[in-house]
């Protein structure tokens, strides 16, 4: 059992074999997936509504920013992840203090970035 254990999560990824990784992984670390979802437009409103406990966000959908799902996730006070190819320099500053995992991540890194999120 681990920290994680029955932690509900929110995956917000566009690339289909990515989310199922970042699923598998979560799951594996005792999470519960509440919804996994690859556009803006239903991130919002699942982000809007869905009671988690944290999120895994592309930073990157399909083009689009993440950055108004991260804004409505964080005045949720719902702590977050940012998963990006691109580093940190891919963050707006308001969002720099936030934890990001560089794809590609290990299970360990998962695990570490999503605990580091949760006690912030």
């Given at each position: 059992?681990?920290?994680?254990?029955?932690?509900?999560?929110?995956?917000?990824?566009?690339?289909?074999?990515?989310?199922?990784l970042?699923?598998?992984?979560?799951?594996?670390?005792?999470?519960?997936?509440?919804?996994?979802?690859?556009?803006?437009?239903?991130?919002?409103?699942?982000?809007?509504?869905?009671?988690?406990?944290?999120?895994?966000?592309?930073?990157n959908?399909?083009?689009?920013?993440?950055?108004?799902?991260?804004?409505?996730?964080?005045?949720?006070?719902?702590?977050?992840?940012?998963?990006?190819?691109?580093?940190?320099?891919?963050?707006?500053?308001?969002?720099?203090?936030?934890?990001v995992?560089?794809?590609?991540?290990?299970?360990?890194?998962?695990?570490?970035?999503?605990?580091?999120?949760?006690?912030?």
């Open positions: 059992m681990t920290q994680l254990q029955g932690l509900s999560v929110l995956v917000v990824e566009d690339e289909g074999s990515v989310a199922l970042i699923e598998d992984m979560l799951q594996d670390l005792g999470c519960e997936i509440v919804a996994s979802v690859a556009r803006l437009a239903e991130a919002l409103k699942v982000a809007a509504t869905a009671e988690v406990d944290l999120a895994v966000l592309d930073v959908l399909d083009g689009q920013p993440v950055f108004p799902v991260a804004e409505l996730l964080r005045e949720r006070q719902i702590p977050l992840v940012f998963s990006t190819g691109y580093g940190t320099s891919g963050l707006p500053r308001e969002f720099s203090s936030h934890p995992l560089c794809k590609p991540f290990s299970m360990t890194e998962l695990q570490q970035t999503v605990a580091l999120a949760l006690r912030r």
